[in-house]
Structure formats: C-alpha cells, structure tokens
C-alpha cells in the first residue's frame, strides 16, 4: 500500500480524518497507528532516499529528506539564480502535487535559509 493509494480512495482529507479518530483511540492503540502511518509515510521515497534520510528512524525521514532538499534548492538557487529557481520549483511542485501554499511556503524557506547555510 502507498501513500498515493489511500488518498485516492479516501479522498485528500485523509489524513486529517485519521487524525480525528486517533484522538478517540488508546495510547497503546494511538502509538501502533502512529507507528504504521509512519510507515506508509515512508511510501512517498525511493529506496535510495530511504537509505540516505532514514537512518534514524521512519518518524525522521520527512525532516532529513526536507532538509536535503532545502540544502539542494540553495545550491540551485546560488547557481542560476531566482528566476530559474522559481520556475523550477513551481514546475517540480506540480509533479508533486504540492499545494499553492506548500509551494510558496517552501520557495521562501530556502530563500529564508540562503544565508544561513
């Protein structure tokens, strides 16, 4: 099972109607279901990104993967500057299926992290 299967059958809400019914849950019962969303979270990568940003652990992959990318996204940005920046990621955002929002939010957290880095 994958990511993109269940929000085809149930709809882009899914996650937070899981998230719903996890609160009515158990803590024993919530920490299993937490466990295998984690899980299939981790359906999203390819097994090459699995072994470089899932060393420790499958709750870690989205922050190690998402700071790779940041990282990567400042290099692109120094080497061709923000126009073709922008395009790059609207146009990768898309493929994603990343929300206008998800989009905008990530193009000023890598300008955000240019200098930092």
Known sequence: ???SHIEQQFGASWKKDLTEYAAKLGAEEK???ERQVARLNATRYTTRELAN???NGPSNIDAAARGAMVCQAIGFLNAQGEQA???HVNKEARIANWSE?????FIQEVK???GKK
């Open 1 to 3: 099972v994958k990511e």
């Open 31 to 33: 920490k299993i279901l």
């Open 53 to 55: 940003f899932g060393g």
């Open 85 to 87: 920046f922008v395009e």
């Open 101 to 105: 929002s998800q989009t905008q939010q």
């Open 112 to 114: 955000s992290s240019k």
